[in-house]
């Protein structure tokens, strides 16, 4: 880790700056990850292939949450619907109206 007494802010042209990111043509980890599953071991079978039979197996035996992480990393986190139900028993411009910096519409 940094030593903090000799850390510097970012100045005004500071060369250290990338403000461009990354190169042209950079590939992601994820699409690292996802070129390397699609690949075939030297058995024939898919990378991904083994790498789901195992986590499914790891996620039967062990219970763990380390096949949802996976999972949620490289499709997406799964959107979880609530709905919040409740009756206000106050009106809301009634409490709206209390506050003097909000005028009454």
Do not use: C
């Not at 070129?35 to 079978?45: I, N, P, R, V, Y």
């Not at 790891?58 to 959107?79: F, P, Y």
């Not at 009756?87 to 003097?100: C, D, E, R, W």
Request: proline share 5%; charged share 30%.
């Amino acid at each position: 880790m940094s030593n903090l007494a000799t850390l510097k802010p970012f100045k005004k042209g500071d060369p250290r700056i990338n403000r461009k990111g990354p190169g042209k043509g950079t590939l992601h980890l994820t699409t690292r990850i996802k070129q390397f599953l699609l690949s075939q071991a030297k058995d024939g079978e898919q990378y991904a292939q083994k790498f789901t039979k195992a986590g499914v197996l790891r996620a039967i035996v062990k219970s763990d949450v380390l096949w949802k992480e996976i999972i949620e990393r490289m499709d997406g986190k799964i959107v979880e619907k609530s709905e919040v139900t409740h009756t206000v028993p106050v009106p809301i411009l009634q409490i709206l109206s209390k506050n003097k910096n909000v005028k009454n519409t």
